[in-house]
């Protein structure tokens, strides 16, 4: 059964049309990232999930239950927001227990199921602080021990760690997928623009774009396997090199737009190759370089190497790559061809 | 370097200019009369010479010692006697004691800078002595049979403070009563308004209903309609409303004949009138801040379940506690020192301060210590109020510039 369901979903904001046709199967207890550029839409789905927003079309199920019509409160969801929202002027424990009082649950239940979402989030000395007393990891800590203390059937996390500094990010995100794997039963939604993000935590990604679902699949078969080229450039770090067929040193593929991904061009002979062009910038990262190339055709392109690069500036480089990485689409409809 | 030097005298001379006044006003309900009304406030910690005129004992207390016939005295001490006497029998609070020493005297009340003290001089065929600490010594050679002298006495008089004033304001009924008065007028002219644009203000930034920006313009229109204009015609509705109460009551047979007239001018009316007139810029400013509490907060308290009523009283309210309070302060404020609106709305017999005093000064003219006395109390409420506040009040003028948790 389906934990969750969007039917041909559609947001219109006056005359404007911000999601397009969504349609969408959630399992339940799956980690579900909508990701996608800054103003795809999808934050307006998650809240749309939520019943912060209504929705203009089609039909929202939760469980077997049309929830488009059901306020957000009784829809078995709870969210953990970008800025937090804590309530300032709360302690730990009366945030995390906040939703409870309001529903009338005994004290002593709500003490409990207090205490026990902060001994899962190692929150347990901070129970009696304020938030302004807590570090920023421990705010988003509260916002999710918020969230768990409710005990919803699906959760909704709408880029929780963009505030959070990069070191804290890596470690946070790791609770949040230790989190999940005590919680399989629970559905998770979680909104990013990281496809790091994205890629390490989801059972599933959904990739947006202007309203629209662009592709639907698992992490892998996103990377190995992109529906177009916006998909295939927005998955992977640093982003897919994208060549017409005159950029190419070889004519195989008349029509076609080639995709490949830095990390899959090699150094070979230029009788062999499949692409050349000028060193113009080197980025050592320690681990690897990344090189910054130009075709004859003037196309940038970005090549990955392992560490040790010892070509000089301005030398012409000549590439190849295993065909089962090269992506081919569609010049004008920008799918996938092979 | 000199933003800060300018910034920091700019600070001093207006901490000065308000210091100074307050100063004056508190020194001199302080004093005497004769003290504040002979020297300034700014003299009052130093010895002042101040002339007296003091009556010295006549007949009734002459003694004969050996040849001469004498009358002996201090005129401070007899002074004093006579005016606490009088001062127990009017009723009042006790007098200020005059004390120091005597540094001329004279045999008039016009010419006290004939002699030093110790001297000598004649007056009225006797031998007259004044020493410095007022021990008289009059001595005659024959007897005496007149009544006393005035004689004119400069005293190098040392600073000296009581709350005598401040005992005859409270004394008299009038500043207590119009105090009393001032509270019940100014605490519900404050309470009622910002409650209601607490509410109003919520609804104006997170309610959606038809006419809702039409309204909110409404009621900031309304912030320009000077008071005035509303005095007359809100009290003939007053007046309207008086009567329609009395011959409602009357023809239900709850009174009859005199007992029917109803006041128009009333505690409730102005409470009316100041929740009214203050209720646009309460709205105003309120709204503005309650707009600007975070998006995200509200929306997590829906999702937690709670209703708008909850999410007001259990978010909104505290959270615009610095906003309440420094609107609260602004209000009563201006509610306390309300004379216009309290003269012509407010009760005809219960005065309220600003009124008394304002009548008082017609009584007191010459008291201007007694006035003092009355004017620093009805002061020092507000004084109170804000410096209690003040943290909010900082904090509530500051709000939304500084983000944080």
Redesign the interface.
């Known amino acids: 059964m389906s934990a969750l369901t969007l039917q041909n979903i559609d947001k219109v904001y006056g005359k404007t049309q911000v999601m397009h046709d969504v349609s969408l199967d959630i399992e339940q207890g799956e980690f579900v990232v909508f990701v996608g550029p800054s103003g795809c839409g999808k934050s307006t789905l998650l809240r749309m999930i939520a019943g912060l927003e209504d929705i203009s079309a089609g039909t929202l199920f939760i469980g077997d239950k049309k929830m488009n019509n059901i306020p957000a409160s009784k829809r078995g969801i709870a969210m953990v927001f970008q800025s937090y929202a804590l309530y300032p002027h709360m302690s730990v424990a009366d945030n995390m227990g906040f939703s409870l009082s309001i529903a009338k649950t005994p004290k002593q239940e709500i003490k409990q199921r207090v205490a026990a979402a902060a001994e899962i989030l190692q929150l347990t000395p901070y129970l009696n602080r304020l938030p302004k007393a807590l570090s920023g990891g421990q705010r988003q800590r509260v916002a999710i021990g918020r969230a768990i203390v409710r005990e919803p059937d699906v959760f909704l996390f709408d880029e929780p760690l963009s505030n959070l500094d990069a070191e804290l990010r890596v470690s946070t995100r790791r609770e949040i997928a230790n989190l999940k794997a005590s919680m399989p039963d629970t559905t998770m939604i979680y909104v990013t623009h990281d496809q790091v993000e994205a890629m390490t935590l989801a059972d599933k990604i959904v990739v947006l774009r202007d309203g629209r679902v662009e592709q639907v699949g698992t992490p892998l078969d996103l990377y190995d396997r992109p529906r177009n080229i916006f998909v295939g450039q927005f998955i992977g770090s640093p982003k897919m090199n994208i060549f017409e067929t005159t950029d190419l040193t070889v004519q195989h593929w008349p029509h076609h737009v080639t995709g490949v991904r830095p990390e899959h061009l090699r150094l070979t002979t230029p009788k062999n190759a499949i692409v050349s062009g000028k060193l113009e910038f080197i980025e050592k990262l320690g681990e690897y370089s990344l090189a910054y190339l130009r075709t004859e055709t003037g196309r940038e392109f970005t090549v990955k190497f392992e560490r040790g690069l010892t070509h000089t500036l301005g030398n012409q480089l000549h590439f190849d790559a295993d065909h089962d990485n090269l992506h081919h689409f569609d010049p004008k409809t920008q799918l996938r061809i092979n | 370097m000199a933003r800060r030097i300018i910034a920091s005298l700019l600070l001093l001379l207006l901490v000065f200019v308000w210091v100074v006044p307050f100063a004056g006003l508190l020194i001199t309900s302080a004093r005497s009369t004769k003290h504040a009304n002979e020297t300034g406030f700014w003299t009052a910690f130093q010895t002042n010479e101040i002339g007296y005129s003091f009556k010295t004992k006549g007949k009734e207390a002459i003694e004969r010692i050996g040849d001469d016939w004498v009358i002996k005295g201090n005129i401070f001490d007899e002074r004093n006697a006579a005016d606490q006497h009088l001062a127990t029998q009017n009723n009042e609070p006790r007098t200020f004691d005059i004390m120091g020493r005597v540094s001329r005297f004279g045999s008039g009340a016009a010419n006290p800078d004939v002699a030093a003290p110790g001297d000598t001089i004649t007056i009225r065929d006797g031998q007259f002595t004044l020493q410095e600490n007022g021990d008289y010594v009059w001595a005659f050679a024959s007897e005496y049979t007149k009544s006393g002298k005035t004689i004119g006495v400069r005293v190098a008089h040392p600073p000296q403070f009581g709350l005598r004033n401040y005992k005859r304001a409270f004394a008299d009924g009038r500043i207590p009563n119009a105090l009393i008065n001032s509270f019940i007028v100014t605490i519900p002219a404050t309470i009622i308004p910002v409650l209601i644009a607490a509410f109003a203000a919520y609804a104006f930034s997170w309610l959606q209903f038809p006419g809702r920006d039409l309204l909110l313009g409404i009621v900031i229109a309304l912030l320009v309609v000077p008071l005035q204009l509303a005095f007359i015609p809100v009290l003939s509705i007053y007046a309207n409303l008086a009567d329609w109460a009395g011959d409602l009551s009357a023809s239900l047979g709850w009174c009859s004949g005199q007992e029917c007239d109803y006041p128009a001018k009333t505690f409730s009316g102005l409470w009316m009138a100041h929740t009214a007139f203050g209720l646009p810029l309460a709205i105003f400013l309120l709204r503005n801040y309650i707009a600007g509490l ?1 998006r ?2 509200m ?8 209703s708008h009523l ?1 999410i007001f009283t ?2 909104v309210l ?2 615009s506690m610095p906003a309440l309070a420094s609107y609260g302060i602004f209000q009563f404020l201006w509610v306390w020192n309300d004379l216009l609106v309290a003269l012509i709305l407010g009760p005809t017999s219960d005065l309220v301060l600003p009124i008394e005093i304002q009548k008082q000064i017609g009584t007191f003219k010459s008291e201007l210590e007694r006035l003092n006395a009355s004017a620093f109390i009805s002061m020092i409420v507000p004084l109170i109020v804000f410096l209690s506040m003040q943290k909010y009040f900082v904090r509530g003028l500051l709000a939304g510039s500084v983000k ?2």
């Open positions: 975070p995200e907060l929306e997590s308290a829906r999702l937690d379940g709670a909850q259990k978010l505290p959270l944080g948790g």
